[in-house]
């Protein structure tokens, strides 16, 4: 290989380089897309480990959203207030005080205290337990499994199955409902965070067969809905439903409740 | 000349399929066949940047890396590093062109796109067509035929998964395996081709 080969290769690719970046300058110019400068922004702010916590494909779909004013300004639930705070100058809206709510598993149905309607030795998870007949080897049919379907749709480790029952860590929780969607029993809801008095139970029986199923069940009595001073506690169908706008978490209907099913 | 043309557009496309026989561009044939649309756009995707592609890599090739090119040296050693380049080039313009006019299509390519960059059926059918063919119009219709058959495969495969979603499958094929087992399936289906009696 003679010297002639080496300049002339080296010349060629620089002179091919040279004209693609060249050429590719310029379509770049032509073929501009204006992008809105809020989306930029925005997409600034968010934390960008794109997650999908607030139920957008992605930090720079959440952007776009709430660029359009699709989404709330507090929609990230890993940012949390700081970055409310900071898109909402961006959107040059008030981001307005919101309650910081976290997950909570309305189930207080642990080893002890749920009675079994048959023994399990299945595969450990909550989705094909339930669709065993009586949903599942306890005597509730909306008790919680225990088998961790929540524990493994938690991205953020928030949750664990302690004594037979998920428990949420109100520190480590961020709100994204991802726990809430993989529940085939449907006991976890959001709470706002910090909150003492919270019915664990979603047992909608009344009661002797709710008596039978667990030794924390909710019977229905109605003993809470006439504590309570607020009208913040109520029995819908069966159990008792808790308004957290209304409620002062004085703990009245915790103390009257026979079944100690409020918290 | 007409039927020389359409024996290699139709051996391109079925006979030696490029997915399918020649395990070319395997990455964007199993990543993009989700639904049919998507897989339509790679799939003329696929064909835009394979045609403009091996239409610029000819020139390149004709007129500075043959021996009787404007160094009078052989550069064809230089072939994959300066094809790779003008591929490169070729799928930002695209990702640019998309961008501007069928943003819906680049939305639903995503990742897919920018990576026909390194869809090894494209860099293939550039070598190819720079070390087989030296009449320009061929190697533009082996092109044509070999980008097809990959539109071709690719869309087949895209309507059978679609088929395949409301099936009971086993928990351990689910996802890829049952693709691959598919694309093997078509893969055989192919073979029958070689037999196509044509020109």
């Known amino acids: 290989m003679d010297s002639v080969v080496i300049v002339s290769s080296i010349v060629l ?4 380089a040279i004209v693609i970046g060249i050429f590719l300058g310029v379509s770049s110019e032509v073929f ?10 925005i997409r600034e702010c968010l934390p960008g480990n794109n997650c999908g916590g607030c139920g957008f494909a992605g930090c720079d779909a959440l952007a776009e959203a709430i660029a359009k004013g699709e989404a ?17 100058e961006v959107m040059g809206v008030e981001a307005g005080d919101t309650v910081k709510m976290v997950a909570f598993v309305n189930c207080n149905g642990t080893c002890v205290n749920a009675n079994k309607a048959y023994e399990y030795n299945g595969v450990k998870d909550c989705r094909l337990a339930a669709s065993l007949p009586n949903a599942g080897e306890k005597l509730c049919r909306n008790a919680c499994l225990g088998y961790g379907t929540c524990v493994d749709a938690c991205k953020f480790g928030a949750m664990e199955i302690v004594d037979g029952v998920a428990k949420v860590d109100p520190e480590k929780c961020v709100a994204c409902k991802a726990c809430i969607k993989a529940c085939p029993m449907k006991v976890i809801s959001l709470v706002p965070y910090g909150k003492k008095h919270i019915v664990e139970c979603s047992n909608r029986d009344k009661g002797k067969p709710a008596m039978d199923a667990c030794k924390v069940s909710c019977i229905a009595c109605g003993m809470c809905e006439r504590t309570c001073t607020k009208g913040a ?5 069966n159990l008792a439903v808790m308004d957290y706008n209304l409620c002062d978490d004085c703990g009245a209907c915790s103390e009257k409740c026979p079944r100690k099913c409020i918290s | 000349m007409g039927v020389e043309l359409l024996v290699i557009i139709i051996s391109a496309a079925l006979i030696s399929n490029v997915v399918l026989s020649r395990f070319l561009g395997i990455c964007a044939f199993l990543g993009v066949s989700n639904k049919v649309d998507t897989a339509k756009g790679m799939g003329i995707a696929v064909i835009f940047v394979i045609l403009m592609a091996t239409a610029v890599t000819y020139a390149i090739n004709m007129a ?3 021996p009787t090119g404007l160094f009078k040296r052989d550069l064809t050693y230089l072939q994959t590093i300066a094809f790779i380049l003008v591929i490169a080039a070729l799928v930002q313009f695209l990702e ?15 990742i897919y796109l920018p990576l026909i960059t390194t869809n090894c059926a494209v860099l293939g059918v550039a070598l190819t067509v720079a070390q087989d063919y030296t009449d320009f119009v061929k190697g533009m219709a082996y092109a044509l035929g070999t980008s097809g058959g990959f539109c071709i495969s690719i869309i087949l495969l895209a309507s059978i998964r679609e088929k395949l979603e409301s099936n009971d499958i086993p928990d351990s094929f689910k996802g890829k395996p049952i693709v691959l087992v598919m694309a093997c399936l078509m893969a055989i289906a192919f073979t029958g081709f070689s037999n196509l009696n044509i020109g």
């Open chain 1, 32 to 41: 501009k897309v204006k992008v809105d400068e809020k989306i930029v922004k």
């Open chain 2, 64 to 66: 500075f890396l043959e």
């Open chain 1, 233 to 237: 506690i109520k029995v819908d169908r």
């Open chain 1, 13 to 16: 690719l620089a002179i091919i």
């Open chain 1, 72 to 88: 709330a300004v507090n929609q990230c639930p890993v940012g949390g207030a700081p970055v409310a705070a900071k898109i909402s």
């Open chain 2, 96 to 110: 640019m062109f998309l961008k501007k006019y069928i943003p819906s299509l680049y939305k639903a390519l995503g």
